[in-house]
């Protein structure tokens, strides 16, 4: 035989009866059926007696929907008239009764327990009674009669000998179907109705399974099964096909609501093994849960992460405890004489504190209490007052694979670091199944979500992104995501979600990821206002695992942010060179900032677009070389500009025109002063190893100065009057076989740029289009520099650049 239990959601509705008997018709052998009340009634009935006890009327609506309910759940779910007019009247004498007591606490205006019992006890009572008539064969039982409690703490617990005995007795010989209500007990020294607590049903489901040697308990949900984490905030969390019973009861006892955690103690010391079903969806094969372990290969180590929202640290603390023994009996004594409930705790093994876990509401006793209980210790300065730590929040991952595994507690404390969240006490069993620990509550889901990633999803790796600027280069760049996006995650198990879009004047945050098939449009309907202080704010608010902040933009106020985001680990990748070549101190705390927090700050395309400049000379360093000279052409605009112009093509014409094919910076001027090209020859001075200021850069410029004040429109009109003098020195330079070049040099960290004038002899004469070029002096590439060349400028170079940039951050291959 086997025992079935159906929770409120599976007996709701009219639909979710009529499954339920299917279901239980389609079984052969005996059953027992327990059902819980018609979902959504215990609550119900539980808010009404406090509302008749308050003296309010307005119980009787409450009562009169109770009515309804039921009635309508007869009328759709017992075709037989017959049946039906007999059912309803049944129905409306356990009604009735109901009411007379809803009425007697209303006038009263009192609500004892035990009457409170009564009430609630309805609910499993109407329930049985209406679906007994529904299955086929069906017999009713009444629970109260053989399941029996007695008090002990001010709770129910069973009475297990008379229990036992009674349930024996009452199903021999055993139905086919037997219907039995949930929840509902009665107390062995009164016979008055008592319950076995909110979830109980699936504890008398437990009972009843092992009283009777059941070959399985099943419990029939609204889920598929256990799940690896709450699906509510970790949208990737699988079904877990198999469970040990202390895993479930690990899971369980630590928030995942699939069973009422006593419900597995009888049925484990039987053996009888627990299928977790969904009566939505039968066919689902559900979780199993029994006593053998088994190792599946290629599976997580862990079985499931569980969390619990309300926890409050309670420290006791001093240095007179070190060593005395029976302090801590006298803690967790005086905890149990209050009625404090402890689900985890943590000493230090100095011993000179203890730290356990108590919901919030228990806190303030628990503080109390406590100081009371030291209250001498105290006073002789021996221990300090008790301090409670509110708004935490308890996190456990389970496994019995964990046993005997090394590198779980690295793994998953590295992650947390990683994702920046401080734990703040934890706690593992030498059974070595639970490793639990308490952090603040505000980073619970990051907590959740950066776990689970490394835990269950090891076969690919998420990267939420930040994406600030859709201009030129961030526009490519979405649109680059967009078309890799599905090979990545095929082919390299990445999931690239952009998370946020953003403008200067708009920002686009979706948590589950934006579809970046028609951004631009979502930007402008329903992107909301929003500045890079905002923006900062909305993403640190999000607190996302695993995230980028990728600027794409030219503003330095969005560089200021990095500091902020970093601090809060998130990565930084920036096109816009603002931050890497501004103070050195701010470039060295930012870089000092992503060492620190095991974070990334890249800037790759900040020098040659998407040439890898800045990586190559990272790994001559790394591997132990030094660079002592630098020779490069390193913008794209001047270099266009001066491989343009010709009797045709004035100057003031190529620099429109390098602006139109997305080489020159949002204001132009940046790159024909220079200042581009000194903040380039900085970056890469300090990448070597030189404390190198924009201020030290020795500069020969090639236009005046007075043609960079006023506003972009004046440039645009008075560097016409350039074009005449720029013609008369090409031709000069074109008959002495010479070139334009905008060279930038550094030696052993002096740095100068400036025009040159170079002929054919010399390496940059042939430098085509927009292309850059730099030659690397180094120890080791002495004689024979090494040289990079290449498109230096440029929309879709830049865009790879950055997206090399983040892909690195991933570490894929
Ligand atoms: N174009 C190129 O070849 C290269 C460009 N870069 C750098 O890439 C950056 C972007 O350049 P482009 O795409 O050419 O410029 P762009 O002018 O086409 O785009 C800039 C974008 O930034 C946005 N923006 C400005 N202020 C903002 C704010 N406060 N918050 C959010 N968004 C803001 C604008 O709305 C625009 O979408 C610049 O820093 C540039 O130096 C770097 C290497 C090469
Ligand atoms: N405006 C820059 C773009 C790359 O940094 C250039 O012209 O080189």
Redesign the pocket.
């Known amino acids: 035989m086997k025992v079935l239990k159906f929770g409120g959601t599976s007996v709701g509705s009219v639909n979710s009866i009529l499954s339920v008997k299917k279901i239980v018709e389609a079984i052969e052998e005996p059953v027992i059926v327990v059902v819980s009340a018609l979902g959504g009634i215990t609550d119900k009935l539980l808010a009404t007696s406090t509302m008749a006890s308050k003296g309010d009327l307005a119980y009787e609506k409450e009562l009169s929907e109770i009515i309804a309910r039921h009635l309508d759940v007869i009328e759709g779910v017992i075709e037989d008239k017959e049946v039906r007019i007999d059912v309803q009247k049944k129905v409306m004498a356990l009604l009735d009764e109901l009411s007379n007591i809803f009425k007697g606490v209303y006038l009263i205006n009192d609500l004892s327990a035990k009457t409170s019992d009564t009430i609630v006890s309805y609910g499993e009572r109407l329930s049985s009674l209406i679906v007994s008539n529904v299955i086929k064969d069906a017999k009713l039982f009444d629970s109260r009669k053989y399941i029996k409690t007695v008090k002990q703490f001010n709770k129910h617990i069973v009475d297990f000998d008379l229990t036992n005995k009674l349930i024996k007795e009452t199903f021999s010989p055993l139905p086919k179907v037997s219907l039995v209500p949930g929840f509902i007990s009665s107390s062995t020294e009164t016979g008055e109705v008592t319950n076995l607590g909110r979830g109980g049903s699936d504890y008398t489901a437990s009972i009843l399974a092992t009283a009777l040697d059941a070959n399985t308990l099943e419990i029939w949900t609204d889920v598929d099964g256990f799940m690896t984490a709450d699906p509510r905030v970790i949208s990737s969390a699988y079904v877990i096909d198999r469970l040990t019973f202390t895993e479930a009861m690990e899971l369980c006892n630590f928030g995942a609501k699939v069973i009422y955690p006593p419900t597995i103690y009888p049925v484990y010391h039987k053996n009888i093994p627990i299928r977790i079903l969904n009566t939505f969806n039968p066919t689902a094969p559900g979780t199993y849960i029994s006593k053998e372990r088994v190792k599946e290969e290629g599976k997580a180590i862990i079985k499931g992460i569980s969390s619990i929202n309300d926890t409050c640290l309670i420290t006791v603390q001093g240095l007179g405890m070190v060593g005395v023994i029976g302090v801590n009996y006298r803690i967790f004594k005086t905890l149990a004489k209050n009625g404090i409930s402890v689900f985890m705790v943590s000493q230090a093994s100095s011993e000179n504190n203890t730290t356990f876990a108590v919901r919030n509401a228990d806190a303030d006793l628990a503080v109390q209490v406590l100081n009371d209980e030291f209250a001498l210790e105290r006073a002789q300065g021996d221990m300090n007052d008790t301090v409670a730590e509110k708004d935490l929040a308890t996190v456990a991952i389970v496994g019995e694979n964990m046993k005997r595994t090394p590198g779980i507690a690295g793994k998953l404390f590295g992650t947390l670091g990683r994702a920046g969240i401080s734990v703040i006490a934890c706690a593992q069993g030498a059974s070595e199944t639970n490793i639990s620990f308490v952090i603040k509550h505000k980073y619970l889901r990051k907590a959740l979500n950066s776990i689970h990633d490394s835990f269950f999803l090891s076969e690919y790796k998420v990267l939420n992104l930040f994406i ?7 526009g490519n760049l979405l649109e680059q995501i967009r078309i890799q996006q599905p090979k990545l995650m095929r082919q390299n198990g990445l999931k690239l979600n952009v998370v946020g879009i ?3 004047k708009k920002a686009l945050l979706c948590r589950e990821g934006i579809n970046l098939d028609n951004y631009l449009e979502e930007l402008k309907e329903n992107g909301e206002e929003s ?2 202080e905002h ?1 900062c704010e909305e993403i640190v608010k999000m607190n996302i695992f695993n995230s980028v902040f990728v600027d ?4 330095p ?2 560089a200021a942010l990095y500091e902020t985001l970093m601090n809060n680990n998130v990565s930084v990748v920036a ?3 603002e931050a890497a070549s501004s103070s050195y101190d701010n470039y060295t705390k930012l870089k000092e900032t992503a060492r620190h927090r095991d974070i990334k700050f890249l800037f790759e ?2 020098v040659g ?1 998407g040439l890898p400049i800045i990586n190559t000379m990272n790994d001559l360093i790394n591997s132990g070389d030094h660079i002592l000279k630098l020779e490069a052409v390193l913008s ?1 605009t001047l270099n266009y500009i001066f491989n343009t112009i010709s009797a045709d093509i004035p100057f003031s014409e190529a620099i429109h025109m390098a602006k139109e094919a ?2 020159a ?2 204001d132009p001027r940046i790159d024909l002063s220079g200042k581009d090209v000194i903040r380039k020859l900085v970056i890469l001075a300090r990448e070597a190893g030189y404390p190198v200021e924009q201020a030290d850069v020795k500069r020969n410029l090639f236009i005046p100065e007075k043609y960079f004040e006023g506003s972009l429109e004046d440039f645009w009109k008075n560097i016409k009057d350039t074009d005449a003098g720029f013609e008369e020195k090409r031709q000069l330079l074109e008959a002495e076989g010479k070139r334009f070049r905008f060279v930038a040099k550094m030696e052993n960290g002096a740095c100068e740029v400036g025009l040159q004038a170079v002929d054919s002899h010399h390496p940059f004469y042939e430098l085509e289009g927009s292309n850059n070029i730099i030659m690397i002096s180094t120890e080791r590439y002495h004689e024979y520099p090494m040289i990079i060349k290449g498109y230096g ?3 879709d170079v ?1 865009a790879a650049g950055v997206f090399a940039d983040i892909i690195s951050i991933a570490n894929i291959r």
Do not use: H, M, Q, R
Not at 468 to 474: D, I, L, P, R
Not at 552 to 555: G, N
């Open positions: 600030a600027g859709v201009g030129t280069v961030g953003s403008n200067s500045n890079p923006l794409c933009t030219a503003s106020d969005v096109a816009n060179k395309t900040n677009a794209g997305g080489y910076e949002p400028a440029g929309a830049t």
